[in-house]
């Protein structure tokens, strides 16, 4: 397994390379979104968190698809720090929407994800990464409930109380103009129908192109979020995306805190069944305390999912993909983003490092 760090579209830079270098990675994961656009709650030196009804930001220019040469541009920069850019992290709303709303321009947002995955290939980036979701992530608060008053991010009771307004969809806004009102409640077999036909759209494109579309799971993981239904909030449910189109191409962004939120089953167990079917494109690593819908994220050391058991699942697997740590909690310094992100990658790097060593070192004989 290989170790990589997420970068957002403004962490571009050089200096974060080094950074990620330096902290012991060999992988990059970009966010080419730009969450953070005109987004009041989002502080630029984290994660996007957002508020608990508050949108990330605005969605970008919807007729500017990313390119093939500026994609080809960003793996030479990438690769030029002495790394390697395994995936691109969600698509943009501006890009995709009605292919969630099921809208009249689901044609042409169908024909946007293809072109993308098409450019993607051509520019050797192997892994789609996407979320499917009309809320997308939201309802979650800041407070500084981590080890030594660490801010954090948690959820403090069910986020069904205000809709989804018209002109947002997976928590960003796409149309500035739109009417008030809120977006319908849409049923959990509709959205499935849905999820199916974009499946069934673009897997074929995926296959041509050598690129793996990794789904991830909801997050937080509720029954519904601002009234909206979710696809995926239990752990055994991932199985019926894989089932709905069977490809190497339909594969998982496998998040361990968010299934290790959800209140049925066991995340090792998840972990260990996904991996053996070889399922996983890449991995989101982060632990958390409590479940939906209370709970906290915790450093990687310090919740709920034994962390050990987990790297040590995926070395047992031969798993070969990329982990990235996802969130840390903020820490009291200068850098905070960077100091919890050095903290997450160093555990994971001793866990790689202890599991190396056993399989090497002699067993003592009596």
């Given at each position: 397994m290989k170790v990589g760090l997420g970068l957002y579209r403004h962490m571009l830079t050089r200096e974060y390379y080094d950074?990620?270098?330096?902290?012991?990675?060999?992988?990059i994961v970009v966010h080419y979104v730009d969450y953070f656009n005109q987004a009041g709650s989002n502080p630029r030196n984290n994660q996007p968190t957002g508020a608990k009804y508050e949108p990330w930001g605005v969605a970008g220019d919807p007729p500017k698809l990313w390119t093939a040469a500026e994609l080809k541009q960003l793996r030479q920069q990438i690769e030029a720090a002495g790394l390697t850019l395994a995936a691109l992290e969600n698509l943009d709303p501006g890009h995709w929407h009605d292919i969630l709303l099921d809208g009249p321009r689901r044609p042409q947002h169908i024909e946007n994800v293809k072109t993308i995955i098409r450019r993607m290939g051509e520019a050797g980036i192997p892994v789609l990464g996407y979320y499917f979701s009309l809320a997308g992530v939201c309802g979650r608060v800041t407070t500084p409930s981590g080890r030594g008053g660490a801010l954090t991010l948690g959820m403090d009771g069910p986020a069904d109380e205000v809709p989804v307004p018209n002109g947002m969809v997976w928590n960003m806004v796409y149309d500035k103009s739109a009417p008030p009102g809120a977006l319908p409640a849409v049923p959990r077999e509709e959205l499935w129908r849905r999820?199916?036909?974009f499946l069934e759209d673009v897997?074929?494109?995926?296959?041509?192109?050598?690129?793996r579309l990794a789904a991830h799971p909801d997050d937080p993981p509720m029954p519904t979020m601002r009234g909206q239904a979710r696809l995926i909030f239990q752990p055994h449910m991932y199985q019926r995306l894989l089932d709905l189109v069977p490809s190497r191409c339909?594969?998982?962004?496998?998040?361990?805190?968010t299934i290790a939120e959800m209140t049925e089953g066991d995340v090792h167990e998840a972990v260990d069944r996904y991996c053996k079917q070889g399922k996983i494109a890449y991995l989101h690593l982060r632990n958390v305390?409590?479940?939906?819908?209370?709970?906290?994220e915790t450093f990687i050391d310090d919740g709920d999912v034994d962390m050990v058991r987990i790297l040590s699942t995926l070395e047992r697997n031969h798993f070969d993909g990329v982990i990235i740590p996802d969130h840390s909690p903020q820490m009291s310094c200068a850098a905070p983003w960077h100091a919890g992100m050095a903290h997450?990658?160093?555990?994971?790097?001793?866990?790689?490092?202890?599991?190396?060593?056993?399989?090497?070192?002699?067993?003592?004989?009596d």
């Open positions: 950074f990620a270098r330096q902290a012991g990675c060999t992988h999820l199916q036909r897997v074929p494109v995926a296959e041509q192109s050598g690129v339909n594969a998982l962004e496998l998040c361990v805190g305390a409590g479940k939906v819908p209370h709970y906290r997450t990658l160093g555990f994971i790097l001793a866990v790689k490092a202890m599991l190396a060593a056993s399989k090497t070192t002699p067993r003592p004989t």
